[in-house]
């Protein structure tokens, strides 16, 4: 089956710095990924959107200057948390959707455990 | 937009029980239907899905029934084995973006 990766598998960082998180699809090309952000114990938060080559889709109340997403290619995006703060911790998951034709299968990453002390 | 709603919350059986977690769409243009097992600190896994011309559909031990006219799918699980404790997620997909229920913790007693 398809393969997504994260990078890194989690990160511990001070308040105020900023956190660039990666997702790849191994084998296959993905036109859309997704960004997700999951509190303990609590279902998936679909964060924002992104299309290779355009800028990302943020939901609502998802600040877009504050989350900075980057999917340059169709094998790799990105999510940088800037100045992040202690109540940014979570899980964040990237999902990958491929290029096949009408597939709406997402393939999910690991995860990646932000804490920020 | 959508909305899903999952129930139970919590799911607990006896190994070799079988498991049924249900959903409820509120979106009549949702046509794909996932469902997701997520261990602790991983990301979810699919483990079958369902498209809306289809009304039931099963893998091995999992199956899912998709009632539209109801909006309502669920997921079961035969002859359950304690590795299939963890937490299931349902999901409603239109237009390419799902919406996911709040999760069933299901725990099987060996």
């Known amino acids: 089956g398809a393969v997504v990766s994260q990078h890194p598998s989690w990160v511990i960082c001070k308040s105020g710095t900023s956190v660039k998180i990666e997702c790849r699809s191994l084998?296959?090309?993905?036109?859309?990924m997704f960004w997700y952000r999951q509190f303990p114990k609590q279902s998936l938060m679909l964060m924002a959107t992104?299309?290779?080559?355009?800028?990302?889709?943020?939901e609502q109340g998802v600040e877009k200057d504050k989350f900075l997403i980057n999917h340059a290619s169709l094998t790799l995006s990105t999510l940088t948390v800037t100045s992040a703060h202690p109540e940014d911790s979570s899980f964040y998951i990237c999902?990958?959707?491929?290029?096949?034709?009408?597939?709406?299968?997402?393939?999910f990453g690991p995860g990646t455990r932000l804490t920020v002390l | 937009g959508e909305n899903v709603e999952q129930h139970p919350s919590t799911l607990s059986v006896q190994e070799g029980d079988s498991a049924v977690i249900k959903c409820t769409y509120s979106?009549?243009?949702?046509?794909?239907f996932p469902w997701y097992k997520q261990e602790l600190g991983k990301g979810p896994q699919l483990i079958i899905d369902i498209r809306s011309n289809v009304g039931e559909k099963k893998d091995q031990r999992i199956a899912v029934t998709l009632n539209k006219t109801a909006k309502h799918f669920s997921l079961h699980i035969t002859e359950t084995q304690p590795e299939d404790s963890a937490v299931y997620f349902c999901?409603?997909?239109?237009?390419?973006?799902?919406?996911f229920g709040d999760g069933t913790t299901l725990t099987v007693k060996p």
């Open positions: 999902s990958a959707r491929g290029t096949t034709s009408g597939s709406n299968e997402q393939f």
């Open positions: 992104s299309n290779e080559g355009s800028k990302a889709t943020y």
């Open positions: 084998d296959f090309q993905a036109t859309t």
């Open positions: 999901a409603a997909s239109s237009g390419g973006k799902s919406t």
């Open positions: 979106d009549s243009a949702s046509n794909y």
